[in-house]
Every structure is written in C-alpha cells, then in structure tokens.
C-alpha cells in the first residue's frame, strides 16, 4: 500500500510538473475584440510618454504578458514555462520617435516594433513585430486611463481577434491606489478579474 501511494504522489508530481511546465495561450484568453470609443480630446501625452525611459508593464492581463513574452524570446508556447515569464521575462519597452518601439526582457532579449498612429485616434496606434519568423504580439493599442505622469492603461486589440490589456508605468510597482484604479477600469472594460497578473521586476538582472 506505501509503495502504491508513493507511486500514485510521484505520478501526481510529474503531472503538475507538465501541466506547470509550458504557457497555455487558450486559458489566458479574455475575450473578444471590442469598439473603444474615441475620445472627445485626446487623453494620452505621447511626447510625454516617449520620454519615458524605460517603460515598465507592472500589471496587465495574462494574455497579454504570455505573448509580449513570447515574441522576445521567438518560442512557442509550449517551450515557455510560467516561472521563466513570471520571474525572468522583465519585459519593458522604448517607444521612439521615429514610429519604432524596442521591447526588451530575459536578461538582454530584445523584439522591434513598427508603429503608426491612427489617422482617426491619436490616443491609438497599431504595431506590428520586426523581424524574426514569429509574431505572437502585433494590433491596435488604445490608450483609455492616463494621468500623463506616473501610468497609462492600454486595451489592445490584437491580430488574432482577443483583447487584451497592458499598464505602461515609469516605476516597475504601482501604488495601491492607482493599481485599484487601473483594476476597477479593466473591470469596467469587460476584462475579467482572473485574468489580472502582475510583473515582478525585482529580479530582474537589466
């Protein structure tokens, strides 16, 4: 009987080590793609934001983080484990003036993207990945929640049809009262609670 229930625990460990193993893209999805009302004035300073440097991403949706990850490293999800995003991806990103934006992570990774402001939406842009033969990470990014100082909170309509979304901030934590903020305006967007996760820049070696 001991070496069956041992046999069953070792059985149950090798299992949770799989299921732990690699990123699962289906169950980090939100939802749908969805309109974003344009704003009376724009609402986003982006000679503001393009002085930001670097850009943190200390909160976002799961999703999100997963394919931002996974277009630095170029892997597929299955070769990603969640400990590796969670604790090495320190994703941040460099948005330039010359319609191109850096993302960097995992200890010295980095991914361009091309970028273009909405004709119709300057709090908008679309951006797509440079280079390399994978591209999980590319839509449209509208900025809804800013205070042009400290944060801005982006619903990013991706490629594949999923709506995701992302805090860019000039600290890599966020006070509690603007994370309450940030959570209470994807909340009020659609974006499910379960879905929230965290960026942990504290281990970060760059």
Not at 4 to 24: D, E, F, G, T, Y
Not at 62 to 72: C, F, K, M, P
């Amino acid at each position: 009987m001991w070496y069956s229930l041992s046999a069953s625990i070792a059985l149950l460990c090798i299992a949770s080590a799989v299921h732990v193993q690699s990123l699962n893209l289906k169950t980090a999805k939100d939802q749908p793609c969805f309109n974003i009302a344009k704003p009376e004035t724009p609402i986003w300073d982006k000679k503001w934001v393009t002085s930001i440097n670097p850009i943190y991403f200390p909160v976002m949706s799961t999703d999100s983080l997963y394919r931002a990850s996974l277009n630095v490293l170029q892997k597929e999800a299955r070769d990603v484990s969640f400990a590796t995003v969670y604790y090495d991806a320190c994703i941040k990103w460099y948005i330039n003036n010359n319609d191109t934006s850096l993302s960097t992570g995992f200890n010295g990774l980095r991914k361009e993207y091309k970028t273009e402001t909405l004709m119709d939406n300057p709090d908008a842009f679309t951006f797509v990945g440079v280079g390399g033969d994978k591209d999980f990470y590319s839509g449209t990014l509208y900025t809804t929640l800013t205070d042009n100082k400290s944060f801005y909170f982006t619903a990013i309509c991706m490629q594949n049809g999923e709506m995701v979304w992302a805090v860019g901030s000039t600290t890599p934590t966020l006070t509690e009262e603007t994370k309450k903020k940030v959570f209470d305006h994807a909340v009020s967007l659609g974006f499910h609670k379960e879905d929230f996760t965290e960026l942990k820049y504290d281990t970060c070696q760059n």
